[in-house]
């Protein structure tokens, strides 16, 4: 009986232990959730009561206004309103914190950034969109064989641990090449593999295979497959933005007809490279310089015992002499993409007095058969971690060498880089959420007021009468010299409203501070009324349709079949019509406010032949302007011809013409000069009668300096003696 009595006081003591444990409250599983038992009201005294244990503390808002979150996993939801009801029933007031926390919840989000955890960093992002200066554009990939652009390996370095393989493919049909009556076809492709085990340090491998077709080789099909690549290389960040470092390639060469390695050739290449990045100065210029500077030394000579011509020797690849390599490139990382512009050259060393043998037999100095190229290539990483490239090489040497493979006019290439993490870095991604919180403050000023003048626009004067309105201010109006005062004002800002009749209303925002006064200056624009022109077109006294246009305070085109008022802002237009059949009239009008004006045309129809054609930058007449003898009087034969030159002015919207006069060589030079000026201003003078506007046209005389014929014949003076219309300005 004391044993039982002593299980089930133990049992009761255990149970009410476990019942006030926060995490003790939720049930078991397969059990209904049991009510927490009523606690007793807290005593009605000023004693504070004792504080509540929280499962997590909610986070303090941040002074500035605006909350954090995190990825952090939020609180148990049940544990948290199970300590608010607890807090309540003690004290009768809810947990500040954890209302603060709900508050924050629904307040607007001002940003999210995200940001990855050092080293867990994507290993080539997609570039597709990101801004000019984001240090990602750079892309870092693999070219040929190791990082750089295509041919030009770069001093650039990745992140360490990555593995990056990749192809690079080329492909060039060519005729005439590289001797004539020569059809060579070449594809080729170069797979590659790079590790980069430090940052400092990358080793690389590339595998090549080549299938080249040409009508004078012997057979016309030479493959060349096995030639591999080993390379190391170094390099180092020395400065902000310049990389410096070595690069150090051993070459095979398998034997020609076969992958056998008992008949190979081998080479070593030494290239030392600089880069430098010129976004170090100024993330806005994306500019990448690559320099390589090295030698070649091979024994692919050795590959063949017999004599090979210029065709076989490009086929296989085949160098007599060891060579001095020089490549610059120079890449744009743009966002979308990165261009990027390569030159190489490789020149033979040790040419017996630099001098090689042509296919031809004749002699062609070293210089001008060294293979050089210019690439232009694009590099786009529009998916993360694969970068396609391709561009084309064009080659600078024309001329070819025994003992030098050739250099193609074109050669188009495509490749494809990819990254990879072998040891399988994770990336890892915090998104901060910033959520403001708006704090208003009003700030209350005293004595605050607005003091300035209302003026003309157009001439400055004073306006006076002016009303100058407040939102829940009594207005106020300017004096006889356009001054204003306003009544006291307590917000920081204030919005003025200002009216006058004859004149269009004006706003203006005035910054307030407490206890001074702002001055303002407001012009006003006159709110001019309009006119009407009364608008007719006729020819022979008969209403046609035709199309008017009126440029001025406003431009208006308006089509007319008759009579028909046309209202605009009054001011000065230039009125000018056009209709199918007739020949084009202008003229300078002026309409009054509140007035109404006729404006008639009456065209006259075009003629079956004009004499007058357009054409680019001048305006040919085919007949000349007449004058009377000696003189710069237009005679009235040439008044039909005169109007068809406007018609072409207005038709074509030319808006500038210069009228040039020429005579013949008889007589003074002074007076052929004088003559030549005063025949031109007379035509300016002619069009301008008929309604061109002066500012459109201009005149020139040339005397007898610019003749089109000879002055020998009576023919060739009269072509002599011409008006002729330049267009300036279309």
Do not use: C
């Amino acid at each position: 009986m004391q044993r039982t009595f002593l299980f089930a006081a133990l049992l009761l003591a255990s149970t009410s232990l476990a019942q006030t444990g926060d995490e003790w409250s939720s049930p078991f599983a397969g059990q209904p959730a049991q009510p927490a038992p009523p606690k007793p009201a807290a005593p009605a005294t000023d004693t504070p009561p004792p504080p509540v244990k929280k499962t997590q503390p909610a986070a303090a808002p941040a002074p500035t206004g605006r909350l954090s979150d995190d990825d952090t996993p939020a609180p148990n939801a049940a544990a948290k309103a199970r300590a608010e009801e607890r807090l309540k029933a003690a004290t009768g007031k809810s947990d500040p914190a954890s209302k603060d926390a709900k508050d924050g919840e629904n307040l607007p989000i001002v940003s999210k950034k995200e940001t990855y955890l050092p080293g867990t960093e994507p290993h080539s992002p997609s570039t597709w969109i990101t801004n000019i200066d984001t240090p990602g554009n750079g892309r870092v990939t693999l070219g040929q064989v190791t990082i750089g652009t295509a041919y030009v390996p770069s001093a650039r370095m990745g992140p360490k641990g990555l593995v990056r393989v990749g192809f690079l493919g080329e492909y060039l049909n060519q005729v005439d090449f590289p001797v004539r009556n020569a059809q060579n076809i070449r594809s080729g492709i170069t797979f590659a593999t790079s590790f980069q085990p430090f940052s400092w340090g990358e080793i690389y491998v590339g595998y090549s295979a080549a299938a080249n077709t040409n009508n004078r080789t012997s057979p016309n099909l030479i493959q060349a497959l096995g030639d591999l690549t080993l390379g190391i290389k170094a390099s180092n960040e020395w400065a902000k933005g310049f990389h410096a470092g070595i690069d150090v390639r051993l070459l095979t060469f398998s034997g020609v007809g076969n992958q056998g390695i008992d008949r190979f050739a081998v080479g070593f290449k030494p290239t030392a490279l600089v880069a430098y990045d010129v976004r170090s100065l100024s993330p806005k210029i994306p500019i990448i310089a690559n320099l390589a500077l090295g030698f070649t030394l091979d024994s692919t000579a050795n590959l063949v015992t017999q004599r090979l011509n210029a065709s076989e020797e490009f086929a296989l690849s085949i160098n007599r002499y060891n060579r001095f390599n020089f490549g610059l490139s120079v890449e744009f990382p743009l966002p979308i993409a990165t261009p990027f512009v390569e030159y190489t050259l490789a020149a033979p060393l040790g040419v017996p007095s630099g001098l090689l043998t042509g296919p031809d037999g004749a002699t062609v100095p070293v210089g001008a058969a060294m293979p050089q190229q210019l690439g232009l290539g694009v590099k786009v990483t529009a998916v993360k971690d694969l970068t396609i490239l391709t561009g084309v090489n064009l080659g600078l040497t024309r001329n070819v060498g025994l003992g030098v493979p050739a250099t193609p006019p074109w050669n188009f290439f495509i490749g494809a880089s990819f990254a990879i993490d072998p040891f399988q870095r994770g990336e890892t991604k915090t998104i901060d959420t910033i959520r403001e919180r708006k704090i208003e403050q009003k700030v209350e000023l005293a004595k605050a007021r607005v003091e300035g003048t209302v003026i003309n626009a157009a001439t400055k004067a004073p306006i006076a009468g002016a009303v100058i309105a407040i939102a829940g201010v009594l207005p106020s109006a300017t004096d006889a010299q356009g001054r204003f005062s306003t009544l006291e004002l307590k917000d920081p800002k204030a919005k003025l409203s200002v009216t006058r009749d004859g004149f269009k209303p004006a706003e203006q925002d005035v910054a307030l501070e407490a206890g001074k006064t702002a001055k303002v200056e407001i012009a006003l624009e006159e709110d001019a009324k309009k006119g009407v022109f009364q608008v007719a077109v006729t020819s022979a006294k008969k209403p046609i349709k035709a199309t008017v246009t009126l440029k001025g305070a406003t431009d208006t085109i308006v089509e007319v079949d008759g009579p028909k008022d046309v209202e605009v802002p009054a001011g000065t237009y230039a009125a000018s019509v056009t209709a199918e059949g007739y020949l084009s009239q202008t003229r300078e009008v002026q309409i009054p406010a509140g007035g109404t004006m006729p404006l008639a045309f009456d065209l006259t129809a075009q003629p079956k032949k004009m004499l007058v054609i357009f054409k680019g930058d001048k305006i040919e007449i085919l007949q000349q302007v007449h004058f009377a003898t000696g003189k710069a009087t237009i005679l009235a034969d040439s008044h039909p011809l005169l109007q068809q030159v406007v018609d072409v002015i207005v038709r074509n919207n030319i808006k500038k013409v210069s009228v040039e006069g020429h005579t013949d060589n008889k007589g003074v030079k002074a007076a052929n000069q004088t003559l030549s000026e005063d025949r031109a201003r007379a035509v300016v003078d002619y069009l301008v009668s008929q309604g061109v506007e002066a500012k459109r046209v201009e005149s020139v005389g040339y005397g007898d300096s610019k003749p089109i014929a000879p002055n020998l014949t009576a023919r060739g003076r009269e072509l002599n003696r011409r008006v002729e219309f330049i267009v300036l300005e279309k």
